[in-house]
């Protein structure tokens, strides 16, 4: 599958503060998806990115998708306790390959 | 979205014996996918199963290790065999759910997840 490469690995933040993973491949993604794990809980999808320079917003949280298609983000404005988890990326052209994760850790 | 159990939940089971795990969805799907996530690490394919055809192991994974049933559209099992307490882990099924989106895409809905201790 298409490997991707998620950073950072964790991060930990106060409350409030903004938060940003980055998910890089070294080849063209037809598309991409974002996951949340809790913890302790399975992963949930979150979105989908398809287009070139897709942008997509969820409450606080806005999924880009880069304009060669070979990188995306997710930022979290004003981090909230209950974000806290791990997030991936996964390519969706095959299901071999998801990112590694970012840990994201909230200080109330 | 799909609905997906799975069975057990959590086991905890001595080395040299096997564990089934069923994974149960209320909707009939084509594919579903077994996954393993280790502690702390990220998921990890195991295998494709489709119903009425062998099922498709990612490198590293062998059917002798991880037998795979498909016998129907919303239903699978995988078994563990010949246990080691390196196969201890979190064993996921998930399903392919087609989300019209722009062009059409996919995503996946995973199970709870049947946590494994191997002593």
């Known amino acids: 599958g298409q490997q991707v490469m998620q950073i950072p690995q964790y991060q930990h933040v106060q409350e409030g503060e903004d938060f940003t993973t980055y998910c890089n491949s070294s080849?063209?993604?037809?598309?991409i998806q974002w996951y949340k794990q809790r913890p302790g809980g399975h992963p949930v999808f979150l979105i989908q990115?398809?287009?070139?320079?897709e942008v997509k917003k969820q409450k606080r949280l806005t999924f880009q998708f880069g304009e060669a298609k070979k990188n995306s983000s997710l930022h979290i404005t004003a981090t909230q306790t209950t974000d806290v988890g791990t997030y991936f990326c996964a390519p969706g052209a095959g299901k071999s390959t998801f990112g590694d994760g970012t840990t994201l850790t909230v200080k109330p | 979205s799909a609905v997906i159990s799975q069975k057990p939940s959590r086991d905890i089971c001595q080395r040299g014996t096997s564990l089934t795990i069923q994974c149960q969805v209320d909707?009939?799907?084509?594919?579903m996918f077994w996954y393993r996530q280790q502690p702390g690490q990220s998921l990890t394919l195991i295998a494709t199963?489709?119903?009425?055809?062998?099922?498709?192991?990612e490198s590293g994974f062998v059917i002798d290790k991880f037998p795979i049933s498909r016998p129907n559209l919303t239903f699978s099992t995988l078994t563990v065999s010949n246990m080691s307490p390196e196969d201890s882990s979190i064993y996921l099924c998930?399903?392919?759910?087609?989300?019209?989106?722009?062009?059409?895409?996919?995503?996946?809905?995973f199970g709870p997840g049947t946590r494994l201790t191997v002593l």
């Open positions: 080849t063209t993604l037809s598309n």
């Open positions: 990115l398809v287009k070139s320079g």
């Open positions: 909707s009939q799907v084509t594919m």
């Open positions: 199963a489709n119903q009425g055809s062998e099922a498709t192991y």
């Open positions: 998930s399903v392919e759910d087609w989300v019209r989106v722009g062009r059409g895409a996919d995503t996946q809905y």
